[in-house]
């Protein structure tokens, strides 16, 4: 008996050494705990979920504050976990934004591991008066900013990545349906996106947890981002901070940092808590939409419980050897910043589907992404590849780069109304190469018509031969030109590249791309040097030198955009081929008088 007694008594002063009694939840009012009144050796308790809803306390010990550890007045609060239930885990990805009390009072939110590979559970809190600023800007701010796109890259820019923390960050643990956390971490590192917060992971899901509501929405209660839900989920999952009426804060940081936004806010449950020395995460599902997240700072990212973001429908049909599967239906958020993702996620899980598709393809992806602008048409989307994965992946490159680039352009933001897509697949490959041009003659008189053969060879090594016959169109004059035989990029790429730049709006930007060529059509053009201007989306070829200059103080006069260009294409015919068409040849001849 005495023996027990001491044992009580042993435990009663662990508990109460700090000045802190463990609570099972959080402190329905607290009042804010001041950085500067936080001293090393204090005693506190985190609140997270580990696992369902349920919010259950951390022990934590501060060892001190970092000052302006994350800018000039952004002190970081650094503590230790110290509770059996994160004896393996420490602090984990998804944990971000869980509430930190100090003598019942809110102190800051867990935000930060000191390093990788941190073994006694070292982490950093974000002060609760930075979260709160982020908190006032979010109910100050009466539209969606225009932030920058970390997709679109300039001509002649190369991709920096941003320099090393002074400490890691929790990530945000980021799930997509169809798609496993190394494939979308692929994706996001092949958009330019490794430089954000998000941890790729495996499974999780949006909207068919019923049973989640507004009211889990507490602190310590884990919530969900939402990019995009229905049968697709993009969804990224941390933990509420504080909560006053129908606002939040959450994270203890943002997730790209972009200021204002609109992304769904979502309830989540926890399926379980992965450990890890080198990257410990949550795994989650999240429940239907209940309000806005609308705020993306560096401390917090802000929302509201109420009115959902502005949304956009998708529709994707699957056809895999010849057979259909389901159509995917459902809805993704608008924001700039966040569209060219979501396409490429969107179309990505598609061609990944079940577990029909191998490594060997025959993939074309077409449709359609419509504006609610009127006057901008809808950006047509045709991508045909085949080969190996690399050939898939490279496809999806090239289906989302004008997504990519017309979301990164100084033009006011169109938002999409809605996303059609569908995606046909073959387990064989399709895909032709240019190997050689012949002609008949080398030197041809005005108005004569010339011969051409165009070799082909298939990837596993058969040929075919295409032949055309080519009247030389009557404007062609006397001197050298050249029969060019080409797959449909080796001429989108130049014409994209010479027009673009002096593009002014979002219309002639739809407009220029969709003048693409298809990929799997053979090509043949006659065509010749001859300096010419681009001026807005109009092309001025042939230009004579007096009025080249002219046209070029024109545009400058009149604050049109303008750029130079260098050939003229005067004839251009194609062929249908059972694949892509890749490579090009070309031919140079002569017209003699």
């Not at 019942?104 to 867990?110: F, N, P, T, V």
């Not at 681009?534 to 002219?550: F, T, W, Y």
């Amino acid at each position: 008996m005495r023996r027990r007694r001491l044992l009580l008594l042993a435990a009663l002063l662990c508990l109460t050494a700090g000045g802190l009694r463990a609570q099972e939840s959080p402190p329905a009012a607290a009042s804010i705990l001041p950085v500067k009144e936080i001293r090393p050796g204090m005693r506190g308790v985190a609140y997270t979920v580990l696992q369902g809803t349920e919010v259950v306390p951390i022990q934590v010990e501060i060892m001190g504050v970092a000052e302006n550890a994350m800018g000039p007045g952004l002190d970081l609060i650094i503590g230790k976990l110290v509770d059996p239930k994160t004896a393996v885990c420490g602090a984990v990805h998804g944990m971000s934004g869980s509430p930190l009390y100090i003598d019942g009072k809110l102190a800051g939110a867990l935000s930060r591991r000191l390093t990788t590979f941190e073994k006694d559970a070292q982490c950093g809190f974000t002060p609760i008066e930075s979260m709160l600023q982020v908190g006032e800007m979010a109910s100050s701010a009466s539209a969606m900013a225009a932030p920058f796109s970390p997709f679109h890259l300039a001509k002649g820019d190369t991709l920096v990545e941003p320099p090393a923390p002074r400490f890691e960050t929790l990530g945000v643990p980021f799930s997509a349906t169809g798609l496993s956390g190394q494939a979308l971490g692929e994706l996001w590192r092949a958009l330019g996106f490794s430089g954000s917060g998000f941890i790729p992971v495996s499974a999780g899901g949006s909207g068919s947890l019923a049973r989640l509501s507004g009211a889990e929405l507490k602190p310590g209660g884990a919530v969900s981002a939402v990019l995009m839900s229905g049968d697709l989920n993009v969804v990224g999952t941390g933990t509420v901070t504080t909560r006053t009426g129908n606002r939040l804060l959450a994270f203890g940081h943002g997730m790209q940092e972009a200021g204002a936004s609109a992304w769904g806010l979502a309830p989540a449950e926890i399926i379980t808590t992965i450990p890890s020395y080198a990257e410990a995460f949550k795994m989650s599902n999240a429940g239907p939409l209940v309000g806005t997240v609308d705020q993306d700072r560096l401390c917090a990212i802000a929302g509201k419980v109420g009115p959902l973001p502005p949304l956009a429908d998708y529709r994707i049909e699957i056809v895999h050897n010849g057979k259909a599967s389901p159509t995917l239906k459902g809805r993704f958020v608008t924001d700039k910043n966040t569209v060219p993702l979501l396409v490429a996620t969107a179309a990505a899980a598609a061609m990944q589907d079940s577990n029909r598709v191998g490594r060997t393809l025959f993939l074309h992806v077409s449709g359609e992404l419509r504006f609610r602008d009127s006057a901008v048409p809808p950006l047509k989307m045709d991508e045909i590849a085949s080969g190996e994965d690399f050939e898939a992946r490279k496809a999806l490159m090239t289906l989302v780069e004008p997504v990519e680039i017309f979301y990164g352009q100084p033009w006011p933001v169109v938002p999409p109304a809605s996303l059609t897509l569908r995606v046909e697949t073959a387990e064989e490959v399709r895909a032709w190469t240019v190997e050689e041009t012949r002609v008949d003659k080398r030197s041809v008189d005005p108005r004569g018509t010339l011969g051409v053969d165009v070799v082909l060879r298939e990837r596993y090594g058969n040929r075919q031969v295409r032949h055309f016959d080519v009247a030389l169109p009557p404007a062609l004059k006397q001197g050298p030109f050249r029969i060019r035989a080409s797959g449909a990029m080796g001429l989108d790429l130049p014409a994209i590249s010479d027009t673009a730049p002096a593009i002014e709006d979002a219309a002639q930007y739809v407009a220029l791309f969709n003048r693409r060529h298809r990929a799997d059509r053979l090509y043949l053009q006659i065509v010749s040097d001859a300096p010419g201007r681009v001026v807005g989306d109009r092309q001025l070829p042939a230009l004579p030198p007096s009025v080249l200059s002219v046209t070029g103080r024109d545009a400058a006069a009149s604050g049109a955009k303008t750029v130079s260009m260098g050939e003229q294409v005067w004839y251009e015919t194609s062929a249908e081929m059972p694949g892509v068409v890749g490579g090009q040849q070309s031919v140079f001849l002569d017209i003699h008088s």
